[in-house]
């Protein structure tokens, strides 16, 4: 059986789930629209290229144009929204009137939660929609829930998590692989994490702490807001301790700590010479220059710790995942992370392995079915175990 797609913005992640549906989603066909046509044109050409037949076909398409956006669905089995979240509420219900399945990549918990409200509207179309996925909230929480299930008893997780670039250049060491908005999304506010058992909000910045990752070898890892979505809500009752923290090369907390002690990630204007200044724009417009390329050597790091009993005693089990740019099909590690954990889930919701409703990412299919379908697509992890 072959399935039809259609992916709502056309940059780097949204291509690259492209592929993979193109690659293992039985894909009849892929629809690529997006705002800029020139856009959609290129991510559509690049697809048949890589994969050698007419599957992906463009489409201009502007998802704040509600009636565009319905026309653009129908006929779809599955939408993915690779535009940014604050339509995707809208989506989800443009969705649900035209009996589209939809997945996306998130970005606000706040949206996520609005959008699993309408579940039962979904249920009565027929239709599941799974939010927040990618490599983050998405997958390192599936590997959070991997290590749950690889335990009798699961206690304490403990997530980590990166992209970086594979050969950092001073002074910055770090590249953004992904729209520099959602990194200082993340930068900010508050994450949500169990301990004791109980949900408490830590700010971001805070807790930092040293971290060997072979081959990269001491990180920083300290606190983001961007990785945890509903999870803690999710286990909440059955862990003691549930957090997740991002890995950085060294140095890096202090030199973005310090822009956000500044207040450069406010959203709120100010008055600068009689102008109004909106901080987080001029940081994002003298940042970014130094921080973005076209091209972006990266290799992606991920762990999963997981703690309690297991055959009767103490014991610790890490998941380690490392991915690196493929020179092959020039899909960075970012963009396969992130995509294919999106095109993998809709995979699921095209075959009906994920039901109708809105889903919580991590309840919506097993997690071993996800490491599954990671390793089938050549994506290594390994699992260690410990005594305690």
Not at 91 to 114: F, P, Q, Y
Not at 144 to 171: F, T
Not at 208 to 237: D, N, Q, R, W, Y
């Amino acid at each position: 059986m072959t399935y039809r797609y259609i992916i709502l913005g056309s940059g780097r992640q949204g291509t690259a789930a492209a592929y993979d549906l193109a690659k293992f989603g039985e894909a009849e066909q892929i629809v690529l629209a997006d705002i800029r046509p020139e856009a959609a044109e290129a991510a559509a050409a690049r697809i048949n290229r890589l994969i050698g037949r007419p599957v992906a076909v463009p489409r201009p398409l502007d998802v704040a144009d509600e009636a565009a956006l319905r026309q653009a669905l129908r006929g779809a089995d599955v939408a993915l929204s690779a535009v940014t979240y604050y339509f995707n509420v809208a989506i989800s219900r443009a969705c649900i009137e035209t009996g589209v399945s939809l997945n996306d990549m998130g970005g606000n918990t706040e949206v996520v939660w609005e959008q699993l409200k309408l579940d039962a509207e979904a249920r009565a179309a027929g239709v599941s929609i799974v939010p927040d996925c990618g490599m983050g909230p998405g997958l390192i929480n599936h590997m959070g829930v991997y290590v749950m299930d690889l335990l009798d008893e699961p206690r304490e997780v403990y997530l980590y998590d990166a992209g970086l670039p594979q050969e950092p250049v001073p002074p910055w060491n770090y590249q953004c692989a992904f729209h520099l908005n959602g990194l200082t999304n993340e930068y900010d506010g508050e994450a949500t994490y169990i301990r004791d058992g109980k949900l408490v909000q830590v700010p971001t910045f805070t807790e930092l702490e040293t971290v060997e990752f072979p081959p990269l070898g001491k990180l920083e890892a300290f606190v983001i807001s961007g990785s945890m979505s509903t999870t803690p809500h999710t286990h909440l009752g059955r862990l003691q301790r549930y957090e997740s923290k991002v890995l950085r090369y060294p140095g890096h907390f202090e030199q973005f700590r310090a822009y956000k002690l500044l207040g450069l990630f406010s959203e709120e204007p100010i008055t600068v010479d009689g102008q109004s200044v909106v901080p987080r724009h001029f940081y994002h417009k003298l940042l970014e220059k130094h921080i973005s390329a076209p091209l972006v050597k990266d290799i992606c790091i991920m762990r999963a710790i997981g703690v309690g009993r297991k055959d009767g005693r103490e014991r610790r089990v890490t998941v380690d995942l490392i991915d690196r740019y493929d020179p092959q099909t020039g899909f960075t590690a970012m963009e396969r992370l992130t995509g294919w954990h999106c095109a993998l889930m809709m995979g699921f919701q095209a075959r009906g392995v994920i039901g109708p409703g809105a889903h919580r990412m991590e309840c919506a299919v097993p997690a071993a079915r996800v490491m599954e379908e990671i390793a089938r697509r050549g994506i290594q992890f390994t699992v260690r175990w410990e005594d305690l």
